[in-house]
């Protein structure tokens, strides 16, 4: 399965953005899919993750209630609509599918590469 993330850009605290992950390949209906990101200097750590149906969802803490991961299978793609953006958001953004064990935990087997995220204050 090839990943590809899109989506990202430029944009002013209090925006939106949305993401797209996009599969190729294979489907990957089957798959939890999830995001991460990583800021500079900083580790990657989880954003959202979605199961194979979009009934389990799973967000960090720090965007609960300001982004939505959805998918759409008959698409192949999963997406991250971002709201009500802060600076602190600013990072790349990775997608990935199939975890090994807990989505949160960024044991994958597959990775996408990465958009840029920028949110200006």
């Known amino acids: 399965v090839q990943l590809q993330a899109s989506g990202g850009g430029l944009v002013q605290a209090g925006g939106s953005l949305r993401l797209s992950c996009a599969a190729s390949?294979?489907?990957?209906?089957?798959?939890?899919v999830g995001w991460f990101r990583q800021a500079p200097g900083k580790e990657r750590e989880f954003v959202a993750a979605?199961?194979?149906?979009?009934?389990?969802?799973y967000y960090a803490d720090s965007v609960k209630g300001r982004f939505t991961i959805s998918r759409d299978n008959a698409k192949n793609t999963v997406y991250l609509q971002m709201n009500s953006l802060k600076p602190e958001d600013t990072a790349v953004y990775y997608c990935?599918?199939?975890?090994?064990?807990?989505?949160?935990?960024?044991?994958?087997?597959?990775w996408g590469q990465g958009t840029q995220v920028t949110v200006s204050s």
């Open positions: 390949g294979r489907t990957f209906s089957g798959y939890t």
């Open positions: 990935a599918a199939n975890p090994r064990g807990d989505p949160r935990r960024g044991e994958y087997d597959y």
């Open positions: 979605i199961n194979w149906s979009g009934v389990r969802l």
